[in-house]
């Protein structure tokens, strides 16, 4: 016989009458007359089904939900109304019994995907945010946060900071949806870098401090908002974010800020803090892959960096302590750096 019409014709057995009475009268499900017939999948027996016009009488979870979607109904007033009320996609599939597929799916049927979109964003807008997450807000937008043009904070960390990183998620908890991004870029050395992202939603404190912190566009060292501001709280997300420990010194890496700027951090310690800090320049490849100045960071002499230590360790989360212990408990050193 011929090969392929051996293999077109081989389960030609399965006639309706035969699927009717496996099917219906003795009950058995897809998979299990598959089974008493030696067939490799339960698909071929689906398949014949429809074929045949024999209806579904198993309905698996796919199924129940396709049911439940095919009575979803909702006018364009009804949805609006839910967009006022700030309703997420999820809680309008809850509340509506249906999935959030078809949620969303209704909603761009009535042209109202980006207002939908945009109101989830802005459901954390008038949330008030604690004494706590304002210092991690204002000593974190010195370092590694930065402001979207949302108003929405946001920061990027390596995958071996990841223990941070989730940290500061759970401290914004109430202003996102615990969502982030894992993200692969390439070092200046070309070595693949693997980090986590996560940004908050839209938020009436972050909109004040962008601000405050960005001037044409650019990051600032706001010098007088921080000395009313910025506690020692904040401070340790600063060096949580930016610092570094070396040759008895912490060091905050503050190259992202003008010489000016870097003045105004100088004075700020001195001022805020009664702590003495030192401005240095720091190398940069130029476009001829040359080493310029161009740059500059901050370092505590050693006196001050035991003081500073001091009051930052209690908010020093374990993943970071190697950036205050390796200095902690040595003995005062006499001269400065």
């Not at 089974?35 to 698909?43: C, I, L």
Request: charge should be positive; charged fraction near 25%.
């Amino acid at each position: 016989m011929n090969k392929n019409y051996e293999m077109i014709h081989r389960y030609d057995f399965l006639t309706k009458e035969l699927l009717e009475q496996e099917y219906i009268t003795n009950n058995l499900t897809d998979k299990q007359i598959a089974k008493k017939y030696n067939m490799p999948t339960k698909v071929v027996v689906w398949r014949k089904r429809k074929k045949f016009g024999i209806e579904n009488k198993f309905p698996g979870k796919s199924n129940k939900n396709a049911t439940k979607n095919r009575l979803f109904s909702i006018t364009k007033p009804e949805a609006e109304l839910l967009l006022q009320k700030g309703k997420s996609y999820q809680e309008i599939a809850d509340h509506m019994g249906c999935s959030i597929i078809v949620a969303k799916r209704r909603f761009d049927e009535f042209g109202l995907v980006k207002r939908q979109e945009q109101s989830e964003h802005f459901c954390y807008y008038n949330v008030e945010l604690s004494d706590s997450q304002k210092q991690m807000l204002i000593g974190s937008l010195l370092g590694d946060g930065g402001i979207t043009e949302s108003n929405a904070y946001g920061c990027t960390h390596s995958i071996k900071q990841s223990e941070y990183f989730f940290h500061k998620m759970e401290k914004l908890s109430s202003i996102h949806s615990n969502k982030f991004q894992n993200t692969v870029g390439i070092d200046p050395q070309g070595v693949p870098h693997r980090a986590v992202r996560f940004t908050t939603g839209t938020n009436k404190f972050i909109e004040e401090l962008n601000k405050i912190y960005y001037f044409n566009g650019k990051k600032i060292f706001p010098y007088d908002f921080l000395m009313k501001n910025l506690e020692v709280e904040g401070l340790a997300y600063w060096y949580m974010d930016d610092g570094s420990y070396n040759s008895g010194s912490s060091r905050l890496h503050t190259e992202g800020f003008t010489y000016e700027d870097n003045l105004l951090v100088r004075k700020f310690f001195a001022e805020k803090f009664n702590m003495d800090a030192r401005i240095h320049k720091t190398a940069e490849p130029n476009e001829h892959n040359t080493r310029t100045y161009q740059q500059y960071n901050i370092s505590l002499i050693r006196s001050s960096t035991l003081r500073f230590i001091e009051l930052v360790k209690p908010f020093i989360i374990e993943s970071m302590k190697y950036k205050i212990d390796k200095n902690y408990n040595s003995p005062l050193l006499s001269s400065d750096i």
